[in-house]
């Protein structure tokens, strides 16, 4: 699975990893694709710090890169403590007594909420890319559109490739105006925040859009024979997330989620504004159904409902109560049926892509 890019970045086969587990990126790097380890959760410096180190050790000498939340413009002068003011009084209630009717217990005195919301704050992310550009990363990847012009500039003064996630090719356009260098098709059916186009029409509309940067596809791969229909549409890789969920690296802290990852079915996802105040398709729960159904109070803007909400995710998290846990995964969850290591993963995918390319010589009359 070589393609011009991979070839530039030194890699076996042009796949690309996102995952927040470094285990997982660094074994995703070790079987010949490329690792790029999800940095939103990192708000302390020395937490990113000690786990790039373990990455280093780990990855066999082989490249990876970041990803990181980094809004393109900068709001001056407002904190989190500013935000969290914001949140109207009825949505806290309304979160209270949807854990108060599933019986959700409180964290113990002092623990502080485990997921929160920060990184796509400037001043977190630049944190994050001061430790970052302290180790030999290829690639920094931005989820939220183009990062600002002095971070793409940095990146390139240290020959690092920027990559920017695009849901549509006007979105593609302006990243290819912000000087990206690498564009990511996330179609309709990724996990995370995600638009509204699906990749077999996204992939070819951002690949003339853009061309000639590099695309790669993402949103719904979890095949060798995805990947090949990928490289067929002009892609050069694949870009996948939530095919990670389910390996023995992941670290998921919760036995409970992972048997409801691998029970679910392509239908049992949702694009739902409750995690973040954006678009992001998720395990539908009755967390998920309580937000979209017609007695919410509706959910709150990017940060806002990130913040809001970050507690109670936490304490849905902690104590696994089943009827509310979930997390963000795309519609490929289907195909995750198994608990299987990253290289078993990649064996199949390598296998796969094999047979698809065989198929299509067969039917142009090229097979030996």
């Known amino acids: 699975m070589e393609t011009e890019l991979s ?3 030194g890699i076996e086969h042009a796949i690309f990893g996102f995952t927040p587990f470094p285990a997982v990126a660094a074994a995703i790097t070790r079987a010949g694709g490329f690792g790029v380890l999800g940095a939103v959760r990192y708000t302390a410096p020395d937490d990113l710090r000690r786990d790039l180190d373990w ?19 900068k709001v001056e002068g407002v904190t989190e403590a500013d935000v969290e003011a914001m949140i109207p009084q009825g949505h806290r209630q309304f979160v209270r007594d949807t854990l108060a009717k599933h019986g959700v217990p409180q964290l113990a005195e002092g623990e502080a909420a485990g997921w929160r919301i920060t990184g796509w704050m400037e001043e977190v992310a630049r944190t994050q890319l001061d430790v970052a550009f302290q180790y030999p990363i290829r690639l920094l990847a931005n989820a939220l559109g183009s990062p600002p012009g002095d971070v793409v500039n940095r990146a390139h003064d240290q020959d690092v490739l920027v990559a920017a996630l695009a849901g549509s090719a006007h979105h593609a356009e302006r990243h290819a ?37 590099p695309v790669l596809a993402a949103g719904g791969i979890g095949s060798g024979e995805q990947i090949a229909a990928a490289l067929a549409l002009g892609a050069q890789g694949a870009w996948l997330g939530s095919l990670w969920l389910t390996t023995t690296e992941a670290d998921l802290h919760s036995r409970a989620l992972t048997a409801k990852l691998l ?79 990253v290289q078993t993963v990649f064996d199949d995918l390598t296998r796969g892509f094999e047979r698809a390319v065989d198929r299509i010589n067969r039917i142009a009359g090229r097979s030996q």
């Open 177 to 213: 105006e912000a000087g990206i260098d690498i564009v990511v098709a996330q179609g309709y059916e990724a996990g995370g925040h995600t638009g509204e186009i699906a990749s077999m029409v996204l992939t070819p509309d951002v690949v003339d859009a853009v061309d000639p940067l």
């Open 263 to 341: 029970a679910a079915g392509s239908g049992d996802t949702v694009r739902s504004r409750a995690l973040t105040g954006k678009p992001a398709r998720q395990l539908r729960t009755e967390w998920t159904d309580a937000w979209d159904g017609p007695d919410g109070p509706g959910t709150l803007p990017m940060p806002l409902q990130g913040l809001l909400v970050a507690e109670a995710v936490s304490r849905i998290q902690k104590h696994e109560v089943v009827p509310l846990l979930g997390t963000p995964v795309g519609q490929i969850v289907g195909r995750m049926t198994s608990e299987r290591a």
């Open 55 to 73: 990455m280093q050790e780990h990855s066999d000498g082989k490249p990876y890169g970041l990803d990181v939340v980094m809004p393109a413009k």
């Open 7 to 9: 070839k530039r970045l």
